[in-house]
């Protein structure tokens, strides 16, 4: 199963979400550290489970072993702890790549991302060792475990220190999970469907159809990341844990770095802490090394093995160029001017993650740049009529809504009440849709 399937998020979650509330606040973290568990199992099967066990059993065990750098007697093995338990991490994710579909690895994911920190800052002094129920309480939580954010130590504890269960946490965190559950089902799975359906060469013939399977792919990226973060999020404020929010309007990005930074922001600020940090040389060949290394992890995540890495690769290329340039020569185009060539530079690299080789890497972009022709094939503008209304609300949701909204009632308090009136209702529908969208699916399937 996945987090999209009716199991999981009419049983497995709400269960235990419940279950938190029945139990005593000084176990409450056990018992979602033991959700968490149990999530991975129900999502990634027997796989999932040892992995993600054995990632946090490892990140403990060398935590345990390593020195400090401080140390006057074994500080200087303290470099080889490290990078010896990144390592283990690292091998940990990528075997889990390989015996695992993407959509289960979000919890060996997150393991191993905070797993590394830990090491990290052990290393340089500034962690103590941990017990392993601790430790674990602090790795396997269900909320991050659904998809992340992937928190550093000291903000996970400042955040159960600051647990409080309130009637606007629970209302905050119930709206959270409508809009994630909304976004994975009627949003994301359509369009992974239909972009399963856009096949290279057969129904992709021209260059409109290559556009459109661009558009496709990304709204099913977009939406699965951005509905699983916001439905974790959820989680967490209904156990009074206020999680930070993990996108920031990417289509307001006016530069490569400025959507990566609103793109998964925890993600790119553990990225940030980890392989960009304060002191070290930002000179162009230190910073490409570093952004490939990143980007490229993820590609290899989300994409096809080596098409994903071509794809983290192309990223990190651009983004040193974007580097290497003065800051002055990009401000001089006005902001709409940059958003937009961020946004189809962007858009243009998405053919790779939806690519499963090469050759059809190179079958693609032949197409995309107008090889076969300009307009739709008729199977692709069948697709495309189809599903025009959900198309355009992929697009519509692209939109700040809600910070236009916001300040949209703040200049007018008469709209604020008929907003408290509507927001319930839209809510409603929204989980109704999904459900729905769900269950249809699932019928379609199980037939």
């Not at 033991?34 to 129900?42: D, L, M, N, R, S």
């Not at 490409?288 to 794809?311: D, E, I, P």
Request: proline letters at 5%; a positive charge; one cysteine or more.
């Amino acid at each position: 199963m996945t987090l999209i399937s009716l199991p999981v998020l009419l049983l497995y979650i709400p269960a235990a979400v419940l279950l938190t509330f029945l139990i005593p606040d000084r176990r409450r973290d056990i018992v979602e550290a033991v959700g968490g568990i149990g999530y991975a199992w129900v999502t990634g099967g027997s796989t999932s489970l040892t992995l993600v066990l054995i990632a946090v059993c490892t990140a403990w065990l060398v935590l345990r072993l390593q020195p400090p750098e401080t140390d006057p007697k074994r500080g200087r093995y303290a470099g080889t702890w490290m990078w010896s338990g990144i390592g283990i991490q690292i091998l940990l994710l990528l075997l889990g790549r390989y015996l695992m579909e993407p959509v289960q690895l979000f919890p060996l994911l997150i393991c191993t991302l905070q797993g590394m920190e830990s090491i990290r800052d052990r290393a340089k002094g500034k962690l103590t060792i941990p017990g392993l129920l601790p430790f674990l309480c602090y790795e396997t939580p269900l909320a991050r475990m659904i998809a992340g954010p992937p928190l550093h130590r000291n903000t996970a504890q400042d955040l159960v220190r600051s647990r409080k269960i309130t009637a606007e946490s629970v209302g905050e965190g119930a709206s959270l999970c409508i809009r994630g559950i909304f976004q994975l089902a009627v949003l994301s799975l359509p369009m992974s469907v239909l972009t399963a359906e856009l096949q290279t060469g057969t129904v992709l013939k021209y260059a409109a159809d290559a556009w459109m399977a661009l558009a496709v792919c990304y709204f099913g990226i977009y939406y699965a990341l951005k509905g699983a973060a916001q439905l974790g999020q959820g989680i967490g404020y209904l156990a009074g844990l206020h999680y930070p929010d993990s996108f920031d309007a990417p289509i307001e990005a006016a530069s490569l770095r400025g959507f990566w930074v609103r793109f998964m922001k925890p993600a790119s600020e553990w990225c940030r802490r980890m392989l960009l940090p304060d002191g070290i040389p930002q000179d162009w060949a230190a910073y490409s090394a570093r952004v490939m290394l990143m980007l490229g992890g993820v590609g290899m995540l989300l994409g096809h093995s080596v098409c994903g890495l071509l794809w983290g690769v192309s990223c990190a290329v651009m983004l040193t160029a974007e580097h290497a340039l003065p800051m002055h020569s990009l401000a001089k185009f006005p902001a709409w001017m940059r958003r937009i060539l961020t946004a189809l530079l962007l858009l243009m690299t998405v053919g790779m993650l939806r690519c499963r080789s090469v050759t059809e890497i190179f079958s693609f972009y032949g197409i995309l740049l107008g090889s076969g022709g300009m307009g739709f094939s008729e199977q692709a503008w069948y697709l495309l009529n189809s599903r025009k209304l959900l198309l355009l609300l992929c697009a519509f949701g692209l939109l700040p809504l809600r910070k236009w909204m916001r300040r949209f009632t703040e200049k007018h308090p008469a709209a604020a009440k008929l907003t408290a009136v509507c927001k319930p209702v839209a809510e409603l529908a929204m989980l109704l849709l999904a459900f729905t969208a769900l269950y249809g699916y699932w019928l379609r399937h199980a037939a």
